[in-house]
């Protein structure tokens, strides 16, 4: 199975900061998401993480607030900018390996709190 | 537009119990149905899918599920609960014509000794 790991696992913030979150996978993935949980919730979908051009992002995410590069294929980074304390979440960075029949496979997630 | 119901914020089983955490799903075209595992403070695991076939699937940990089409449902069973089963189980679907996976509200799966 598909191997993805993610920095930083947990952070702090203050309101008003960036932060960036990177997520490495191995070449067995072909398609990157980013998925954000917020306390208690379930998992919604940011957007989809597209190689050398710039992520679909879904309803009710942008650019702006959460720009997100993917400069090869086995490397992604999510910014969550501007951050007030509703930004306090796990994000967690997700792949699938060939075909759009497989599974996600998730990475441990990173846990902010923005104070 | 795809969607996923979990109808139970929890469910409750004592061990050694049959085990029920009920799904059903809208989506256009075929279902991909899968259910994914949350630890406390962990990522998702990946428990199993429909994708075609068998409507019973197997999984990890001893875990299955059915494919009902005409009931659009999805329910993850297991024969017999253990203790360690108590996580957060999440079910999600994903479109035959797309690459979007959307997340159920997730059901908290309590199994008591």
């Known amino acids: 199975s598909a191997v993805i790991s993610q920095k930083p696992s947990r952070d702090i913030c203050q309101r008003g900061t960036s932060l960036t979150i990177q997520c490495q996978v191995d070449?067995?993935?072909?398609?990157m998401f980013w998925y954000r949980q917020q306390p208690g919730q379930s998992l919604t979908l940011i957007a989809t993480?597209?190689?050398?051009?710039?992520?679909?992002?879904e309803s009710g995410f942008v650019i702006d607030k959460f720009p997100i590069s993917r400069p090869n294929l086995t490397f992604s980074t999510l910014t969550v900018s501007n951050m007030s304390p509703e930004d306090s979440s796990i994000y967690l960075c997700?792949?699938?390996?060939?075909?759009?029949?497989?599974?996600?496979?998730f990475g441990e997630g990173s846990r902010l709190t923005v104070l | 537009a795809q969607s996923v119901a979990q109808p139970e914020d929890q469910v409750n089983v004592a061990e050694g119990n049959p085990l029920t955490v009920k799904c059903t799903y809208s989506v256009s075209g075929n279902p991909y149905l899968f259910w994914y595992v949350q630890y406390p403070n962990r990522g998702l695991q990946f428990l199993l899918k429909?994708?075609?076939?068998?409507?019973l699937v197997k999984g990890s940990y001893g875990f299955e599920a059915e494919f009902n089409k005409s009931q659009t449902s999805f329910h993850l069973k297991k024969p017999s609960a253990l203790v360690s089963d108590s996580a957060l189980y999440f079910c999600?679907?994903?479109?035959?014509?797309?690459?979007?996976?959307?997340f159920g509200a997730g059901t908290r799966l309590f199994v008591k000794a």
């Open positions: 993480a597209n190689q050398g051009s710039e992520a679909t992002y």
């Open positions: 999600a679907v994903r479109g035959s014509g797309g690459f979007k996976t959307i």
């Open positions: 997700s792949g699938t390996e060939r075909g759009n029949t497989g599974e996600l496979f």
């Open positions: 070449s067995q993935v072909t398609m």
């Open positions: 429909y994708i075609t076939g068998d409507n």
